[in-house]
């Protein structure tokens, strides 16, 4: 074996063999679970006003171990969480710069994920020590979607990668959905930040009414900001259903393609009923959490959609036969 096969990345050049192995992919998909539990768990302290169960940063009042008031517990547990996505995160790269070096949507999006991570534990603790500001818990709430995006991009990159390709062909990145799934992805991530508005500045009670306000209450600033968030919200509807039906009858879709674009639907047609219920009930805290695990659901499903089903092998064409297989 030369040694220029021995100090680039592993993959396999076996026929319709995988270039990743079970280990990477056991991690990635790890991370993903664990960063969509960070999410709903996080906005389950907010919606339950635990997040100053802890008035310290990063010890909750001095303790290393779970104790305290059941607010207390909500925001600690938070905190661990956090801690076991960061190390998932840490371990996604370092795995990604030892097999992935050359593959650059799973390198970059697992390096931007670690990141993201990083991000996230600034705006955590800045969170705690303004004493849970509203524009400090948006942000947090905002940082936390895109590090769950760049996740499952890793993912992905991982799960659909397929074999190395043909050195006489060139290489592709096939996306289904095409450019839709891109713009679905924006129009989603855009929605939620005006949710983030709506919630944190006292909007969701300033509508009784859905989709229409009816007989708004609040002022009309917080009236205007309601409708913001719902003309959002039938933008993002038009785009991700384009986006998911293109997916579903494109030619280059396979049964995985058809089965996320279906799923992005379902979770889509779910995100608009808890949003109904949370408008015409007064946004009850339980309502308002299920509302964004399911929104999140759906911004993986939706950034999914965008990630293209082959990396960019371009390098990798040009790799040396002897490459030894990934384990």
Known sequence: MSQRSRTQPQLTTGPGSAPYGTGLRAVTAASLVFAYLLV??????????????????????????????????????????????TVFAAATFAAAWY??????????????????????????AITVLTHNAGWTVALHLAGAWL??????VTALGVWRAPAVPDPGRPSTRSVPAGRLGLAAAVALFALSVTGMLVLHDGASNACQGWPACGRG????????????????ALLATVIITAAALRAMLSASAGLADRMLA??????????????????????????????LAVASALWIAVVALATP???????????????????
């Open 309 to 327: 089903a082959a990396a960019d092998r371009a390098a990798i064409r040009d790799a040396p036969a002897d490459l030894v297989p990934l384990q």
């Open 40 to 85: 709903v768990l996080g906005d389950t302290v907010r919606v339950t006003e635990s997040g100053m169960g802890c008035s310290s940063w990063p010890l909750c009042d001095g303790h290393f171990g779970l104790s305290g008031s059941y607010h207390a517990l909500l925001e600690q547990s938070h905190r661990y969480l956090a801690a076991v996505v």
């Open 217 to 232: 209450t609040g002022p009309a600033t917080l009236v205007v900001l309601q409708y913001l968030h719902r003309s959002f």
């Open 147 to 152: 590090g769950v995006g760049a996740v499952t």
């Open 99 to 124: 097999r992935a070096r050359q593959d650059r949507l799973v390198y970059r999006s697992a390096a931007s994920a670690l990141a993201l991570i990083g991000v996230q534990i600034v705006l955590g």
């Open 262 to 291: 279906g799923g992005a639907l379902a979770l889509l047609a779910a995100t608009a009923a808890f949003g109904a219920i949370v408008a015409t009930t007064g946004a009850p805290p339980a309502e308002q959490d299920l509302h």
